[in-house]
């Protein structure tokens, strides 16, 4: 299907102009672009699959799946390692699927217009032989005008946006508005997986020239409560805040954070996870963890890229056992229940090893099976009761 072209001139904050033009059309990537490129690559690997069978039994036509990526770049880095368009593209390549990915590339810098366009048109061969992927020629244009007048194109033609995933990795933290990811996630199985720049949004952030790209990103004014704190409760209040704000603004029912350190341990970004599925968040958890097994989701520039290594074990069976057993006291749950409250308020997506746990330490008690129930928790209509300080 041909989509709306894009023609416009690129309508940028200075903020990302400034951000986006030091640096040059190719530039070397840093260790936390691996990790944050990994956990795409995991997700899309079990993303694209799901999507794709989901879509398959849609009544909407054509059947499809999107993948969107708002800052392309150039398509690869110094080093020739590839970005995330070549990522996600390589991925639908080498993956078997019931309905193809329709990719949608945007970028507002010419010269890395023109690079991504070139390694797309190098892949044209493999592209033209595959069932599972079609790929536009990239927009040129700034992703909060291109998006939103591709989602009007579909909105005038009554067709379906979606099954999709938008990937919004901005520079800096003001490209990206609260309105444009809530625009995306009006439509159903639909996804947005975005960046914020900490580093800056707390160098900027009492300056008054930057109040309106505050104010842009966060769909309001509530940002401002954080001005005068010290920072580590500035910090958590803008995470916080923002993370409130896609919840009631861009009506995300679920939303996943992921922290970036540096060397020094200070936080550099956040990547943020929006779905309205549990088992979209159950898949991006997964993708997590696989690069740092803690939960805590941190990763920091002092560990090799190429292994990608634990930071802690702060957030292990052990730990979710204790959370339960507190947190669910004296309450009556079924499997599926408990799965939920794990995605939903713990860093955790396994759980089935903590029950055990807890059955062994007898704070947990099977209340209900359903009949040829095996033993274990696999059935989810399993009841199961949590009582911290009863022997049962």
């Given at each position: ?326 947190e669910l006291d004296s309450q009556s749950l079924s ?58």
């Amino acid at each position: 299907m041909q989509l709306l072209k894009w023609s416009g001139s690129p309508l940028l904050s200075p903020q990302q102009s400034e951000m986006s033009d030091s640096l040059p059309t190719v530039w070397p990537a840093d260790p936390h672009t691996f990790a944050k490129h990994a956990i795409l690559k995991r997700f899309l690997e079990a993303w694209f699959p799901i999507l794709s069978r989901q879509a398959a039994t849609l009544a909407t036509s054509p059947r499809k799946i999107l993948y969107v990526d708002g800052f392309a770049g150039p398509g690869e880095y110094e080093g020739r390692e590839p970005g995330s368009p070549v990522i996600a593209l390589n991925v639908a390549l080498n993956t078997r699927l019931p309905t193809p990915v329709h990719f949608v590339f945007v970028e507002h810098r010419p010269d890395r217009h023109a690079h991504l366009t070139q390694i797309i048109d190098r892949e044209r061969s493999r592209i033209g032989a595959s069932t599972n992927v079609v790929v536009e020629t990239p927009y040129l244009g700034s992703c909060d005008e291109v998006l939103p007048a591709i989602l009007n194109d579909y909105d005038r033609r009554g067709i379906e946006f979606g099954p999709a995933l938008a990937f919004l990795d901005q520079f800096g933290y003001s490209a990206v508005s609260m309105n444009l990811i809530g625009r995306i996630m009006r439509y159903r199985q639909c996804e947005v997986f975005s960046y914020l720049d900490y580093k800056d949004m707390n160098r900027w952030i009492s300056d008054p020239d930057k109040q309106s790209a505050f104010t842009r990103a966060y769909g309001g004014e509530e940002w401002r409560d954080a001005v005068p704190l010290p920072e580590a409760r500035r910090r958590a209040m803008l995470l916080d805040r923002y993370k409130a704000a896609l919840r009631s603004r861009a009506k995300v029912q679920y939303v996943q954070s992921f922290s970036m350190f540096d060397q020094a341990g200070a936080l550099l970004y956040w990547l943020l996870f929006c779905t309205n599925h549990l088992k979209g968040l159950e898949e991006m958890k997964k993708a997590m963890w696989k690069v740092d097994g803690s939960g805590g989701f941190r990763f920091s520039d002092r560990d090799d890229p190429d292994q990608l290594q634990l930071l802690d074990q702060a957030f292990g069976q052990d730990w979710l056992a204790d959370t339960l057993a507190v947190e669910l006291d004296s309450q009556s749950l079924s499997i599926e229940e408990v799965q939920a409250f794990v995605l939903t308020r713990t860093p955790c997506y396994l759980f089935k090893a903590a029950l055990n746990k807890l059955l062994a330490r007898r704070q947990l008690s099977v209340v209900s099976r359903p009949p040829g129930s095996k033993s274990g928790f696999a059935d989810e209509k399993i009841v199961v009761r949590f009582e911290r300080n009863s022997l049962f």
